[in-house]
Structures are given as C-alpha cells and as structure tokens.
C-alpha cells in the first residue's frame, strides 16, 4: 500500500471519527417529567434535534430536587447537567449562589420578530439576570366531582372538612399551603405576605394546617397528585394547572378545577456553572426561547408563554384542537382571586420556613 493511499484511509478515518464524536454530543436537560415534560420535548427538544441531528437531548425529571443536586455538582466539581428548569424563587437563589450562569438576555437570545429586544420581550418576568422565563403556571387545587352532594367554588373550602369529607393531597412544602391557610382563615388576598411577614402570621398560618393535618397526603412529585385523584384515593389534590388540564380535558377524569386563590408562579432555564456543553446550550436556549417556540409549549399544555410577542400566537392545541386560551391561568376569568406569587420573598424566607415546615410535620 503506497504511502499516498495511506494517507487518504487516514484522512477518512479522522473525519468518521470527527463526525461521529460531533453525533455524539448529548445535552443533559432537567425538568419536572410526565405531561410538562412531554410539552417540552414536543414543543422544544423534538424540533430542535430535526434541526440538528448532531445533537441528542436526554430528559432528567430531577427538578424538584434541582437546586440541592445542583449545588452538590458544584462542590463535589461534577455537574453533569446542561440545563435546568427551575421555578423562579430556585432560580433566584442559585443566581445569589453563584451556581448558575448570568445571561446576557440580548446577546444569548433572539429579539421578537418587529425587533423588540428580548429583555424588552420578558419584561417583568426578568426576576433574576440568571433566570430565562419561559412560562407562568399554578398551583392550584382539583377535587373529585362524583363524590360531593354540593360542589366545593372556593379554595377555603379545602379546609371544610365536614362539608367536604375525604383526603387531601398537598404538596410537601410550606408554599403556597401557608399562603391558602392565611386566605382560608379571612386575611385578604393583598394582605397575604404582609401577614406572612410577622411571627404571629406564620403560627396563625400553621394553625390554620393543623385542622387538615391528618387528612393530608403529602406529595413531592407533580404526578403524585393527579394519580390520587384519579384512584379516588383523595377527594381535593393541589396540583399544576397543567397536569390538571391533562387530567381533566385529554384523559377525561371525573376531576373538576378550582381557580380560586391560585398561586400564580414563574418556571424558565438556568444553565449550572460547570455545564460540560455551555456553547451548545446556549444555541438550544435561543431556538427554545424564542417568540414563536415560547408560544408553541401552550400547543400541549395550559401554561402560559412569557414573551409579549408570544401571547398573540397561543391558538389550538395540537391534538385536540380546542382553543387553548381560556385554560391559561392568566386568562382574566381564571384571575378572579388570584395571587402572585412574591418570588423574592420566597427567595429570602425559603430556608427558614422549610426548615419549620418539616418541624412542624415531624410534630404528627
């Protein structure tokens, strides 16, 4: 074999194993799993690898435990994660943290298409210079409707255990059950973290729990509730609107949704300090993010875009093709009784109410 042909099988060879180590690439993505999940990887990551078959995009449901598994990488010098989605108190945290990375929102991300800069699009959803909003949701509360002679219309009557007998599944975590307790026992909805600001405000808040304590089933993925719904195995569930609206409109459950004294929060991306594949992330970040694909999630799921330029593209979803606006949480009859949640205060009152909520359960 002359040296010539030999230097082409080399050529040939080097170039398969660059092409095959640029196949290779795998963007690790951390979310919340079942029915968001799967709105994501319609919505973002299915057209995303279309576009670059270079690119493999493998789901991790981890985000409820993100930002303890997060800063665990970090110290141990091992993160593994490309990205993490993360609800905005998170967000805020790790930012402070300096265990995630800030954004240049207008360099990383693509304007709206008349051209409105993309820190100009998010606008106040901007809670954090490391957080990229993507969508606002709640927590919100679904009950069994074959079980009741009379329909519980309020969020207080979670606490009536005699009107409406039966357990309750709650998330396990002081927010928002501290905020519901404060607004079931007669503090305004505008006064709620005024209240939840003082040491007689957060006793009244758990004293108000204590009357459902034992008849709560306490839950910690966001599956957990619809699956105790559906068994009849809990007569109220607080849950994401979303997987509410899987449950009741696609897989047409016997469950009905109260809106009332929902908590209206923010989740988008963080990328962790340490991400192996920062450059690639940050090209998926502005295809994801952008006007037309932050509307396109509420194609498969009632959770709402946070680009002004996408809000006017939210139409039918993909499947059923009904008309996706009404089932926004932010939609104005949804909003009756509402509340925001307070993102910084949260951020800053975190640590110490977890720490009394889990006292406060350990109690029995």
């Given at each position: 074999?002359?040296?010539?042909?030999?230097?082409?099988?080399?050529?040939?060879?080097?170039?398969?194993?660059?092409?095959?180590?640029?196949?290779?690439?795998?963007l690790v993505i951390v979310?919340?799993?079942?029915?968001?999940?799967?709105?994501?990887?319609?919505?973002?990551?299915?057209?995303?690898?279309?576009?670059?078959?270079?690119?493999?995009?493998?789901?991790?449901?981890?985000?409820?435990?993100?930002?303890?598994?997060?800063?665990?990488?970090?110290e141990a010098g091992n993160?593994?994660?490309?990205?993490?989605?993360?609800?905005?108190?998170?967000?805020?945290?790790?930012?402070?943290?300096?265990?995630?990375?800030?954004?240049?929102?207008?360099?990383?991300?693509?304007?709206?298409?008349?051209?409105?800069?993309?820190?100009?699009?998010?606008?106040?959803?901007?809670?954090?210079?490391?957080?990229?909003?993507?969508?606002?949701?709640?927590?919100?509360?679904?009950?069994?409707?074959?079980?009741?002679?009379?329909?519980?219309?309020?969020?207080?009557?979670?606490?009536?255990?005699?009107?409406?007998?039966?357990?309750?599944?709650?998330?396990?975590?002081?927010?928002?059950?501290?905020?519901?307790?404060?607004?079931?026992?007669?503090?305004?909805?505008?006064?709620?973290?005024?209240?939840?600001?003082?040491?007689?405000?957060?006793?009244?808040?758990?004293?108000?729990?204590?009357?459902?304590?034992?008849?709560?089933?306490?839950?910690?993925?966001?599956?957990?509730?619809?699956?105790?719904?559906?068994?009849?195995?809990?007569?109220?569930?607080?849950?994401?609107?979303?997987?509410?609206?899987?449950?009741?409109?696609?897989?047409?459950?016997?469950?009905?949704?109260?809106?009332?004294?929902?908590?209206?929060?923010?989740?988008?991306?963080?990328?962790?300090?340490?991400?192996?594949?920062?450059?690639?992330?940050?090209?998926?970040?502005?295809?994801?993010?952008?006007?037309?694909?932050?509307?396109?999630?509420?194609?498969?799921?009632?959770?709402?875009?946070?680009?002004?330029?996408?809000?006017?593209?939210?139409?039918?979803?993909?499947?059923?093709?009904?008309?996706?606006?009404?089932?926004?949480?932010?939609?104005?009859?949804?909003?009756?009784?509402?509340?925001?949640?307070?993102?910084?205060?949260?951020?800053?009152?975190?640590?110490?109410?977890?720490?009394?909520?889990?006292?406060?359960?350990?109690?029995?």
């Open positions: 074999m002359n040296k010539i042909f030999k230097q082409a099988l080399l050529a040939v060879a080097t170039t398969t194993i660059v092409v095959a180590a640029q196949a290779e690439t795998t979310s919340w799993g079942g029915a968001y999940t799967m709105s994501q990887q319609r919505a973002y990551h299915d057209p995303y690898m279309a576009l670059n078959p270079d690119i493999k995009i493998v789901n991790d449901d981890s985000s409820s435990e993100g930002a303890s598994k997060l800063r665990a990488m970090v993160v593994t994660w490309d990205l993490l989605d993360a609800e905005a108190p998170a967000a805020i945290t790790l930012c402070d943290e300096g265990l995630v990375e800030e954004i240049d929102f207008d360099t990383v991300l693509d304007p709206a298409p008349d051209g409105t800069p993309a820190s100009v699009d998010f606008g106040e959803s901007i809670v954090s210079p490391c957080f990229i909003p993507q969508i606002a949701y709640s927590t919100t509360l679904g009950y069994r409707s074959d079980i009741f002679d009379v329909e519980p219309t309020k969020m207080a009557d979670l606490f009536d255990l005699k009107k409406f007998p039966g357990k309750r599944a709650l998330e396990k975590r002081p927010d928002p059950n501290l905020e519901w307790a404060l607004i079931a026992d007669g503090v305004p909805v505008k006064d709620v973290y005024k209240v939840l600001d003082t040491e007689a405000g957060v006793k009244r808040a758990f004293a108000k729990l204590d009357t459902i304590k034992d008849q709560v089933i306490w839950w910690t993925k966001g599956s957990q509730p619809m699956q105790l719904l559906s068994d009849g195995e809990v007569a109220f569930g607080s849950a994401y609107n979303g997987r509410l609206f899987q449950a009741i409109v696609v897989d047409k459950q016997p469950i009905k949704m109260l809106w009332d004294a929902q908590a209206i929060q923010l989740d988008g991306w963080v990328v962790p300090k340490g991400a192996p594949n920062k450059a690639e992330v940050m090209k998926y970040l502005r295809f994801a993010s952008d006007t037309q694909r932050n509307a396109d999630q509420a194609k498969y799921i009632s959770y709402g875009p946070l680009r002004a330029s996408s809000a006017k593209l939210v139409g039918k979803h993909a499947d059923l093709g009904i008309d996706m606006a009404p089932h926004m949480p932010t939609a104005p009859e949804n909003m009756k009784g509402a509340f925001f949640f307070d993102f910084l205060w949260w951020a800053d009152n975190k640590d110490d109410l977890t720490e009394r909520f889990e006292a406060w359960l350990a109690k029995g």
